[in-house]
């Protein structure tokens, strides 16, 4: 059974830091590509990051560059998503995803989703 649970959440000043973790089971977690979405209140879910399964390639939506950072333990079979400098337009529910692919901002093409978890940040 393919599970991805995301954890890390929560409600943050804007400024601040969080960071997110995705365990991921039931599935070979070292050979998919991980990636991050959110989908923010009223707005469609977008892409986030992504990083390939190998090599370890990344990709960022640009609103998130250089504040957003993604990583991977495949013998955790863990994603994480470390945001820093958070303002509140990245007040989201914050989902993992999983693509056999490659590193693709289309949501359709990821096969396996998690719950999502929910970051606050207050301004």
């Known amino acids: 059974q393919v599970q991805l649970v995301e954890s890390g959440g929560g409600l943050v000043q804007a400024g601040a830091s969080l960071r997110l973790a995705c365990a991921a089971s039931g599935f070979a977690f070292s050979r998919y590509t991980m990636a991050w979405f959110r989908r923010a209140p009223g707005k469609e879910r977008e892409f986030v990051a992504g990083?390939?399964?190998?090599?370890?390639?990344?990709a960022y939506d640009d609103s998130v560059k250089g504040r957003f950072s993604i990583s991977r333990d495949n013998a955790k079979n863990t994603v994480f998503l470390q945001m820093n400098s958070l303002s509140a337009e990245d007040t989201a529910v914050y989902y993992c995803?999983?693509?056999?692919?490659?590193?693709?901002?289309?949501?359709?093409?990821?096969?396996?989703w998690g719950q999502g978890t929910q970051v606050t940040v207050s301004s």
């Open positions: 995803a999983a693509n056999a692919g490659g590193v693709t901002r289309v949501s359709r093409a990821y096969e396996h």
């Open positions: 990083i390939a399964w190998r090599p370890s390639t990344t």
